[in-house]
């Protein structure tokens, strides 16, 4: 009886090595950070971590801006150190970050800007459509976390509102 469970599972991580490989190539595709597979019975999540990776998928410029390697390396400095931060506003999405709402337009904020409650801080594109992401709470911008453009994770932080 203890046998029969092993080879059971054997077949059907075979076949789930198939559908794990299916869902990676739709995550290529797509150009999503992790998706989900549940029938009920079975469940599989594929997941790949966004690191220089990010910088592949990103248009021309970044790869310039990947030569600069010591710009990034102090963004993400800040960026675990801004997660702690309680004033730390984070991504509610993967998609892109814009500063402004077109690209010949001013940022919505900078850097010592006095922000309301409900004011939007940035624009995120997930799957062509712009969300945009207000702020928590009013005070004052200490920080910008990322870049026009830049690619951004779930839960990632933004900026931090003093």
Known sequence: MSKEPKGSATSSAEINSELVR???????ETELSEIEYDTGTLRIRVARHV???????SPPPPPQAAAAS???S??????VDASANPGAVKAPMVGVAYLASEPDSPPFIKPGDTVTEGQ??????????FNPVPAPKAGTLAAI?????Q?????????VIE
């Not at 690191?51 to 998928?57: C, F, R």
């Not at 976390?145 to 453009?149: I, M, P, R, Y």
């Not at 690619?151 to 900026?159: G, H, I, K, N, S």
């Open 120 to 129: 939007t801080l940035l624009l995120i594109e997930a799957m062509k459509t």
């Open 70 to 72: 010591p710009v990034p």
């Open 151 to 159: 690619p951004v994770e779930f839960d990632q932080p933004l900026v």
């Open 22 to 28: 299916q869902l990676a190539n739709i995550l290529d």
């Open 51 to 57: 690191g220089q990776t990010s910088v592949a998928l």
């Open 145 to 149: 976390l990322v870049t026009d453009g």
């Open 74 to 79: 102090d963004s993400n400095a800040k960026a």
